[in-house]
């Protein structure tokens, strides 16, 4: 025995003995390390870098098509889908990206969206089936009106969905009048059969029958930069959306990119867009919207005072008065900024003022409370562009931001990829919003959906338009982009030159089905020369 073995032999009997009755204690045992999301957040905050990713190409340079790549293991992406399919929770996961060629390790995705997610992989609303013993669950709004379908089309989704063999919806003999409530939601579903699978969604155990995929699954995500990392950011982001289609398919994804230029030209903040090929690991590229998300980043970019209140409507926030108890609204609105120092109250103080003023105090303070002058460039981008998944028809899809140093609010444009006619609303849908004004159903001639079509009459657009000296400045924002957008071949020119950009790069890449996204741009041209030449003939535009 060496003298070194010799020196050694006390620990490693000691260590024999050691593992010895660790074996004794636990058997076979099997010893499990639990984390947990908060915690690994908690952790790497400890050690964050605060680094921000840099590139010499601009994420949101619209006139390329960019590269995304999430790396994350089979298992964690299965757990995430399921996540959300049986319970509604977004869960973020630690994932690492890859865009435009850099890599950003330790970033967080999750799953985005309301419509668009329900319609890629269903559940979604709060437990399996969606609770209610519908496959892939839809949405919960108390007091949605449902407008008569055409023959053979399922309520509220125009486009020629047909209905499915088994598939019974009563289907009320005409619409509520003025005054009457329509009939719930629920006691129009009860007959749906428990086991409904609806084509075109294949793959996904819960289906929505009221989506539309045409055989083609696309998942909206978030990408978080900082989620795990304190102070990580991508060209000074903290987060990107990945945006899709919206409830039904469309191969071109044209309608947030074009919407969002029209707002802009029309001298509002709406934020920037571009194209990207996305995928997950080794699969396929496929077509993406990148979205910036309203934060306080987007705040930073287009406010002299960004450190004001930032509030997120969800679908059905009339701004209604109920009351001061902010509890009531915790389904209507999710405050963004300054959760710690600030609350409710601006906003709830506004919707008193909003449901409880005079007339004449109306007129004469609501600028002192809103900047009407962008509210009514917002109500003319929306009616012109027949955005009804926003406040002018699903009251849904935007954001107030509240300048507590200026102490006025303004209202946000978001999410506008069902303009255009994509969630209801015809090439005629009425400019005037008579109808949303007064929260019937049908939005007005060749509209399909209404002021009430998202929990019941919107109480800002109903006063603000039914005063003479605001339905005034609303008729001068209509006429205005009017002239700048809608007259001539503006529309034309950018739908084109989208167009020319994904077949640039289609060859090499194999983004798209040329053939659908060649369909679904011919599909947006046309609607933009119907609503064109129905604008044409108003005279209000005009003359």
């Not at 908690?42 to 790396?71: C, M, P, R, W, Y």
């Not at 209905?163 to 003025?178: A, H, W, Y």
């Not at 929505?208 to 900082?226: C, Q, R, S, W």
Request: aromatic share 10%; charged share 20%; hydrophobic share 35%.
């Amino acid at each position: 025995m060496s003298l070194t073995f010799r020196r050694s032999y006390p620990i490693i009997v000691l260590v024999i003995i050691v593992l010895s009755i660790l074996v004794f204690l636990i058997g076979d045992q099997r010893v499990i390390a639990y984390t947990t999301q908060t915690n690994s957040k908690l952790s790497s905050q400890k050690t964050g870098t605060g680094i921000d990713f840099t590139n010499n190409v601009a994420v949101l340079d619209d006139s390329i098509v960019h590269s995304i790549e999430v790396l994350m293991t089979d298992e964690e992406y299965d757990k995430m889908i399921l996540t959300y399919q049986e319970t509604g929770l977004k869960e973020y996961f630690k994932v690492d990206v890859i865009i435009d060629g850099i890599r950003i390790n330790e970033v967080g995705i999750r799953l985005k969206g309301n419509a668009s997610l329900r319609t890629s992989v269903g559940g979604g609303m709060g437990g399996p089936g969606g609770g209610r013993n519908f496959p892939g669950g839809v949405p919960d709004l108390e007091g949605f009106q449902q407008q008569l379908p055409q023959e053979g089309q399922l309520p509220g989704f125009p486009g020629g969905r047909e209905i499915p063999e088994g598939f019974q919806m009563p289907i009320p003999e005409e619409l509520p009048q003025d005054g009457q409530e329509p009939p719930a939601l629920e006691n129009q579903l009860r007959d749906i059969p428990e086991n409904l699978q609806i084509p075109g969604n294949q793959g996904f155990e819960r289906i929505n029958p009221f989506a539309t995929t045409d055989g083609e699954v696309k998942i909206p995500y978030m990408i978080k930069f900082d989620e795990f990392i304190e102070g990580q950011t991508y060209q000074g982001y903290t987060a990107i959306a990945l945006r899709t289609y919206g409830a039904s398919s469309d191969a071109a994804l044209l309608q947030e990119p074009l919407t969002n230029q029209v707002a802009r030209i029309a001298g509002i903040p709406a934020t920037n867009t571009a194209f990207t090929g996305f995928k997950i690991n080794a699969e396929e590229e496929k077509l993406y919207v990148i979205s910036e998300l309203v934060n306080q980043v987007y705040l930073n970019q287009n406010f002299s005072n960004p450190n004001g209140i930032l509030y997120k409507a969800e679908i059905g926030s009339t701004l209604n008065y109920k009351g001061d108890d902010p509890s009531i609204y915790a389904g209507s609105f999710t405050q963004q900024t300054r959760n710690n120092d600030a609350d409710l109250l601006p906003l709830i103080s506004f919707m008193k003022f909003l449901e409880e003023s005079n007339d004449q105090t109306f007129e004469s303070e609501l600028p002192e409370w809103l900047d009407v002058d962008s509210f009514a460039t917002y109500l003319a981008v929306n009616a012109l562009a027949v955005n009804t998944d926003s406040m002018i028809g699903m009251n849904n899809n935007f954001y107030l931001y509240y300048d507590d140093v200026g102490r006025i609010f303004t209202v946000l444009i978001w999410d506008a990829n069902e303009s255009f006619g994509k969630l209801g609303g015809a090439a005629t849908f009425d400019i005037s919003l008579k109808n949303i004004q007064t929260g019937l159903p049908g939005g007005g001639a060749g509209g399909r959906m209404g002021g009430g079509m998202g929990g019941g009459q919107n109480v800002l657009i109903s006063r603000f338009l039914g005063n003479a000296t605001f339905k005034s400045l609303y008729e001068d924002k209509l006429k205005l982009v009017y002239e700048h957008v809608f007259q001539g071949d503006g529309l034309v020119s950018m739908v084109n030159q989208y167009s020319d950009l994904i077949h640039s790069v289609n060859e090499e890449r194999s983004l798209v089905d040329l053939d659908a996204y060649d369909q679904a741009v011919e599909d947006l041209l046309n609607f933009i020369a119907q609503r064109q030449e129905y604008l044409d003939t108003q005279t209000s535009l005009t003359e």
